[in-house]
């Protein structure tokens, strides 16, 4: 595909910043960042959400208005934005006897980024699960030449939902998306601990 032009996609993503936020931080966590996404993964699943190959109400609608030199504009400029960090996930104490969520020390919030760092550094050789760190990089920066979009700093929240997306079914947009083998063997524990690893790299 052509090169966009980001200082055209800038005045283009005005209507994406009610969700996507300022320069693509959205500050909203089942909203995914934008900012310093690769131009390459933000024009496929724009596609993808045009052509309805990837599934979401909101999307849709927004997709189906970009012509391709909009999509390619609109990515060249989140390409080119920052992306801000995340601060490290607030324990929840819930002491509410009544309700069956477990209480979640701060103690409890190590062990989970450990046991994210540990997956995403490694993977799980005997359960076939790839170590994420193989093609999303050292840093979450991912790898734009291999098409492998960058994970860095984007919300927990998203993160999650987007892989059970993939584990479900839900989201699959090529006929071969390796992301649903990966999350179809892993368990939601294991989703939620690397998703907030992730959140915070
Ligand atoms: C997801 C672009 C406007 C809500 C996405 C993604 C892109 C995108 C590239 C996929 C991100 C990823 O895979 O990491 C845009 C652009 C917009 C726009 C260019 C403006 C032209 C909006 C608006 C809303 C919205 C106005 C809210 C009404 C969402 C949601 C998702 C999403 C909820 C996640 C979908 C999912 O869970 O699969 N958007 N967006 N977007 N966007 Fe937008
Ligand atoms: C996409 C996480 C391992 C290749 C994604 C996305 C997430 C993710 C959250 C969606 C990004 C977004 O919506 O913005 C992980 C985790 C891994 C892992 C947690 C380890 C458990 C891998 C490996 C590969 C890979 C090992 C390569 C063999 C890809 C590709 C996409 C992707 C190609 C884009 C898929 C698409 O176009 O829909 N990954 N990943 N990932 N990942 Fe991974």
Known sequence: MAEGNGSAGA???ATCVSCHGEHGNSMVATFPKLAQQHATYLEKQLLAFKNGTR?????????????????????????????????????????????DIPA?????IQKMLSQGADLYRNGDIAREVSACIACHGPTAEGNKPAGFPSLKSQHADY??????????GNRSNNPDNMM???AKKMTLDEIKAVAYRISVM
């Open 159 to 168: 993160l999650i939902k987007t892989l059970t997306d993939f584990k479900n």
């Open 11 to 13: 005045e283009k993503s």
């Open 180 to 182: 649903v083998m990966i």
């Open 55 to 99: 599934k979401d109400p909101m999307m849709a609608t927004i997709a189906k208005g970009l012509s391709e030199k909009d999509i390619l504009d609109i990515a060249a400029y989140y390409e080119e934005q920052k992306i801000s960090a995340n601060a490290l996930p607030k324990p929840e104490p819930d002491d509410d006897e009544d309700d």
């Open 104 to 108: 979640q020390t701060e103690a409890d």
